[in-house]
């Protein structure tokens, strides 16, 4: 058996999250609903500009991997942080819940500083986030360690971070020796503009390396260059083994060998939609790790996905295994 059920890479950041109304967001010149990238100026500057904010650790892969552990997965996270404040912070959080967390810590003499997003959640729930990479931007080649790879039954992979330079031959390492001890990838497309700016690089990994995609509707959409959503789903099973897709307050759509299957949502108030799918992702690859068949994985993502958008910030805080019982799933 691998030490690892689940090891993620991606951005290693702390989300500030505070609430403000629609017109902030206008007046701040922050676009509403996806993720902006951001420079270290404009971080202080928006900072500045925020109401009381809360400052939780983050990173969607991050928080995919934070929810397999609260789960009582086996699980590991590789994502680059500085020797500060809010890099103690991010480690500190990821160990507390169980998960492995090695990678090395960028010195504290760098220019660069831990990665922030700075997350605008407007009265319907809706996050508007600003990021700044710092040192998560910097996650190399150096920072992938093969031994763990090949430990892992799946490796899972944060979409954000093909903004990095070196991210692309990180995820090629880890990949490689992944695949290599007969280990499993997954991918999450992340963010619409993010598939935008590397459709190709995507198309390439997902259809050579790639044996889970998650996504929602519209970077599935972006990802296939169609406007029906039936044929975009179509088009991806048949470059990969396992489609997972959210569609908001529709559910999710599972796809694998030619069946599909329907996971509806659970009904909820939305407080904050930060983390939806991070959630959906990990309750689904837990279940899967676990032996459960792609439906139940499905329903099991859209009770986490519910349960944390009922509340500020991207990670569980009621008893996700406890959820799942009172659903019928475990």
């Known amino acids: 058996m691998k030490s690892f059920q689940i090891v993620g890479i991606g951005n290693a950041m702390v989300d500030v999250l505070s609430r403000a109304e629609d017109a902030f967001l206008t007046e701040a010149g922050i676009e509403k609903g996806v993720m902006q990238l951001i420079d270290m100026e404009r971080a202080v500057d928006l900072y500045g500009r925020i109401g009381p904010a809360k400052e939780i650790s983050g990173g969607s892969a991050a928080n995919t991997i934070a929810g397999i552990a609260h789960l009582g997965g086996r699980t590991a996270y590789v ?13 500190h959080d990821l160990r507390a819940i169980g998960a492995s967390y090695e990678t090395t810590l960028a010195p504290k003499v760098s220019d660069a500083e831990t990665g922030r997003c700075i997350v605008v959640v407007t009265p319907d ?22 031994d763990l790879m090949a430990d892992a039954e799946w490796i899972y992979l944060e ?26 990838v997954s991918v999450t497309l992340s963010d619409p503009f993010c598939v935008e700016r590397h ?55 599972i796809l694998s060998e030619g069946q599909r299957w329907h996971a509806p949502a659970v009904p909820t108030d939305i407080v904050d939609a930060t983390g939806a799918g991070d959630l ?5 690859l837990w279940g899967l790790a676990e032996g459960r068949d792609l439906e139940t ?33 475990i």
């Open 199 to 253: 459709r190709d690089a995507f198309r390439v990994m997902i259809r050579e390396d790639v044996d889970l995609l998650f996504c929602n509707r519209a970077e599935l959409m972006s990802m296939y260059q169609t406007g029906d959503f039936d044929s975009a789903l179509a088009a991806a099973a048949n470059d990969v083994a396992i489609v997972a897709c959210t569609d908001s307050e529709n559910g999710a759509h």
């Open 79 to 91: 994502g680059k942080v500085k020797d500060d404040q809010l890099g103690a912070i991010f480690v």
């Open 297 to 329: 994985c499905g329903r099991m993502g859209c009770v986490a996905a519910s349960e944390v958008i009922s509340h500020i910030g991207a990670r569980p805080e009621a008893d996700l295994k406890a959820l799942f019982k009172s659903h019928g799933l």
């Open 125 to 146: 729930g809706e996050r508007s986030m600003n990021t700044y990479l710092g040192w998560s931007e910097h996650l190399g080649p150096d920072d992938i360690d093969p």
């Open 159 to 184: 979409g954000y971070r093909f903004d990095g330079p070196a991210s692309h031959a990180a995820f090629a390492k880890a990949i490689n020796a992944s695949k290599g001890a007969g280990g499993r």
């Open 280 to 284: 959906f992702a990990g309750a689904f």
